[in-house]
C-alpha cells in the first residue's frame, strides 16, 4: 500500500545527518530540532501555533482536554472513520454522537450532524477522511450558531487546501477551533515512529494545551491542571523537518497517480472514483484541495470482497478502509442509535476499497492494478 523505502532513499542525504546531530548531542527530548519543525509547521500551515506530541490519537484527546469539555458533554463525529476519533470521546467520558457521512465525498453529512444537537452538544469532531476537507463552511456556521467548538482531525489530509465559496483557501487543519494530526509513518506527512500534532490560532488554548501535554506544568513542578505526558522526540522531528520541504511534491505525486487511476476507470460504470467536493476552480495541476492520504474506490454490482481477494492474488495490495460502522463496534454500541440512520456508512462499508497509493508509484504498477481490475469486472 505503501512504499516508504523508496522516498527514503530520496531524502537519506538529509535525514541521515540530521538523526545522526541528534545522536551527537543528545538533545533527545525537547531538542532543538522539536523546535525548528514546530516553527516550520506553523509557517507551512499559516497557523500561529503547532504544539508537537507523540502521536495523532493524543493530540485528539489533549485538543478536547484543552478545550475543558466535561463528562456528559456530546461531542459529534463521523460513524464512518478510524476508531481513534471517537475512542477518545469515549476515554474522556464525553459522550461520542456517531453521525452518517456523505456518499460522495465520506465526510461527515451536514444534515445528519444538525439531526443530532442538543443543549448537551458541546463539539463537532469532523475527520477530513482519505485526504479532502469535509464542508468546513458549513460545519463553522452550525457551530457558531449553537456555540459549539469545532476539533478538526486532520490525520488524513496534511497539506490540503479548503476552498470557501468566495474562492479563498485556507489550509486543513486551521480553520477549526483547534486541530490534530498524526505522522503515522504511512500518513502523507510520516515520520520513523509515532508523531502527532495539535494546531490552533487561539493562543489561550495554545497555553493551556502546551501545559497538558507536559503533566499539566506552566512553571517546573507546579501541576495546574490533570495533564498527560506526550511528546515527539528530537529524532522524529528531524525526520519530519526534512520532509516537510516535500510535502507539496509528495502529495502531487499522489495527485498524479489518482489521475491515472481515474482515468483508466472512467469508462467502467460499475467502479466509482472518488471526487473532489468543496474543490476550487483550479485546474488539477495546482489544485491542492484533495491529497489522496487513500485513493479509494466505491464497487457497484460486484463483489467487492471477491476483488480484493482477486488483487491479493495477484500481489496488488489493497485495504478496506473501513470495514464495519463505529456505531456496530462493540466497544461503541449505543441504543440510542438506529440502523437507518447510518444507511451510507452501512452501504459504504460494503462497496469501498483502496488502492495502493503513495509518492513512488509508477505508471507501470498503476498499468498492472487498473489492467487487473479491470480484468477482473469484465470476468
Ligand atoms: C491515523 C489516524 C489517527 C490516529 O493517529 P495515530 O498517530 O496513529 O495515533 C486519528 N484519526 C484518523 C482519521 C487517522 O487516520
Do not use: W
Not at 59 to 87: H, S
Not at 352 to 367: A, G, K, R, W, Y
Amino acid at each position: 500500500m505503501v512504499d516508504l523505502k523508496g522516498q527514503y532513499n530520496d531524502i537519506r542525504d538529509v535525514v541521515n545527518p540530521s538523526i545522526q546531530e541528534v545522536l551527537e548531542n543528545t538533545t533527545f527530548i525537547n531538542g532543538p530540532k522539536v523546535h525548528e519543525f514546530q516553527k516550520n509547521l506553523e509557517q507551512y500551515l499559516g497557523v500561529k501555533h503547532v504544539i508537537p506530541c507523540a502521536n495523532g490519537t493524543d493530540a485528539l484527546q489533549i485538543a478536547m482536554m484543552g478545550l475543558g469539555l466535561k463528562p456528559g458533554d456530546e461531542i459529534i463525529t463521523a460513524d464512518f472513520t478510524f476508531a481513534a476519533t471517537v475512542e477518545v470521546i469515549a476515554l474522556l467520558q464525553l459522550t461520542p454522537v456517531l453521525v452518517d457521512v456523505n456518499e460522495d465525498d465520506f465526510n461527515i453529512n451536514i444534515e445528519a450532524i444538525k439531526k443530532v444537537i442538543t443543549p448537551k452538544t458541546k463539539a463537532i469532531v469532523p475527520v477530513h477522511l482519505f485526504g479532502q476537507c469535509a464542508n468546513m463552511e458549513a460545519i463553522m456556521e452550525i457551530a457558531q450558531e449553537h456555540n459549539l467548538f469545532v476539533i478538526e482531525d486532520n490525520a488524513q489530509a496534511i497539506g490540503a487546501s479548503y476552498t470557501y465559496k468566495d474562492g479563498s483557501k485556507a489550509k486543513a487543519g486551521t480553520i477549526g477551533h483547534v486541530a490534530s494530526t498524526s505522522f503515522f509513518p504511512s500518513k502523507n506527512l510520516g515520520c520513523y515512529g509515532d508523531g502527532g500534532a495539535i494546531f490552533t490560532n487561539d493562543d489561550d488554548l495554545a497555553h493551556t494545551i502546551r501545559g497538558i501535554v507536559n503533566h499539566g506544568m506552566y512553571e517546573r513542578y507546579h501541576h495546574d491542571v490533570v495533564g498527560v505526558n506526550s511528546r515527539l522526540d528530537s529524532i522524529q522531528a528531524a525526520v519530519l523537518d526534512a520532509k516537510l520541504p516535500h510535502l507539496d511534491t509528495y502529495n502531487k505525486a499522489r495527485q498524479n497517480a489518482a489521475k491515472k487511476y481515474d482515468e483508466a476507470f472512467k469508462t467502467h460504470e460499475n467502479v466509482i472514483t472518488p471526487i473532489v467536493s468543496n474543490g476550487c476552480q483550479d485546474t488539477c495541476d495546482t489544485c491542492d484541495c484533495h491529497v489522496f492520504h487513500q485513493y479509494t474506490l466505491r464497487i457497484k454490482g460486484i463483489d467487492r470482497d471477491a476483488l480484493v481477494k482477486h488483487l491479493n492474488a495477484h500481489d496488488i495490495p489493497c485495504g478496506v478502509y473501513y470495514p464495519i460502522p463505529l456505531h456496530n463496534q462493540k466497544a461503541y454500541k449505543d441504543e440510542r442509535y438506529k440502523e437507518d440512520d447510518f444507511n451510507i456508512t452501512n452501504q459504504l462499508v460494503k462497496e469501498v476499497v483502496s488502492l495502493p497509493m503513495h509518492t513512488e508509484l509508477d505508471n507501470e504498477q498503476i498499468e498492472y492494478i487498473t489492467s487487473t481490475i479491470i480484468k477482473f469486472i469484465n470476468g
